[in-house]
């Protein structure tokens, strides 16, 4: 009987664990698609100022310089804007999948005890 009430136990603890668990997974599944993503901004950047920098070099004629500058302005403003837009998407995923986690918990708890929730559904 102590062994079927310990297994019962371990089994009643690694399940309330479980959403932890899955939480813990979605952050860091979040932050390495975060790094990944500002990693591939950092380098096209430096791979943009690079090529700025060596279509400025020996250039004379200052229209081609400000011309220069506008079209490297845009096209980085455009990779922030595309750089920002990938981190949102990548965040509200992660915020869905870990709602979604959090209401089965929640719901799950509600089933297991249906007293209690009921008397904090009506509790003011």
């Avoid at 899955?22 to 943009?48: D, G, M, P, R, Y």
């Avoid at 220069?68 to 949102?88: C, G, I, L, N, R």
Wanted: hydrophobic share 40%.
């Amino acid at each position: 009987m102590y062994t079927q009430l310990t297994e019962k136990f371990t089994q009643q603890m690694q399940d309330s664990f479980k959403p932890m668990t899955e939480l813990l997974e979605i952050n860091v599944k979040t932050i390495e698609a975060l790094a990944q993503k500002q990693a591939e901004f950092f380098t096209a950047a430096v791979s943009q100022s690079k090529a700025f920098t060596q279509n400025l070099t020996g250039e004379k004629d200052l229209q081609t310089v400000f011309q220069a500058q506008k079209d490297y302005s845009e096209e980085f403003q455009s990779k922030m804007v595309e750089a920002s837009k990938d981190a949102f998407s990548v965040l509200t995923e992660a915020q869905d999948k870990a709602t979604t986690i959090v209401n089965g918990a929640f719901a799950s708890v509600a089933e297991a005890t249906p007293e209690v929730s009921s008397t904090a559904k009506t509790a003011k």
